[in-house]
């Protein structure tokens, strides 16, 4: 079965500008692409391929690319984690455990791809679905988030700590 190919380099998305931000984002919108037909080869529907690619969209674009500024291709331990238990909560209207578990369903298949495209290694790839299996500890801190009064927020907060910057 052939897989759709990548054309770019890990220092490709490695952004300082405005302009070379624009340039990563568009890249990753090309990585994504490839990741839908990928998941189309894979036998997946349409629909299926496109609700992941949404799904890893969202941690990438709007998280990794906007908020953390980090490289989509380096993963950094902790990425993933203050995703689920901090960014998503707090960066949501409301919410729910549901769709949190379905970006962490993507983000990982979206890692697993690029492991097989030779982006990223086992031993990150290992990182990334350890953090992401911790969907319990996920979704206490949704529950946590949801019930703070008053002043709760900082304590809330500091537990769960930016791993970059």
Not at 96 to 120: G, N, P, S, T, W
Not at 126 to 139: G, R
Not at 151 to 164: R, Y
Request: net charge negative; hydrophobic share 40%.
């Amino acid at each position: 079965m052939k897989f759709p190919e990548i054309e770019f380099e890990g220092d490709d998305f490695y952004f300082a500008t405005i302009e070379e931000e624009l340039r990563v984002d568009e890249r990753c919108q090309s990585l994504l692409s490839c990741f839908y037909r990928y998941l189309q080869n894979l036998g997946c529907s349409s629909q299926v391929a496109s609700n992941l690619a949404y799904g890893a969209d969202y941690f990438l674009r709007n998280y990794l690319l906007d908020f953390a500024r980090q490289n989509v291709v380096r993963p950094k331990p902790g990425i993933v984690s203050y995703f689920a238990a901090s960014w998503f909560i707090t960066h949501t209207l409301a919410p729910e455990r549901e769709v949190l578990d379905h970006h962490l369903e993507a983000v990982q298949e979206f890692y697993r791809y690029l492991k097989q495209q030779h982006y990223i290694s086992a031993d990150e790839l290992a990182v990334i679905e350890e953090e992401a299996a911790q969907s319990e500890y996920y979704h206490q801190r949704i529950e946590r988030f949801l019930a703070i009064v008053g002043d709760g927020f900082f304590a809330w907060d500091a537990e769960c700590p930016v791993p970059f910057r």
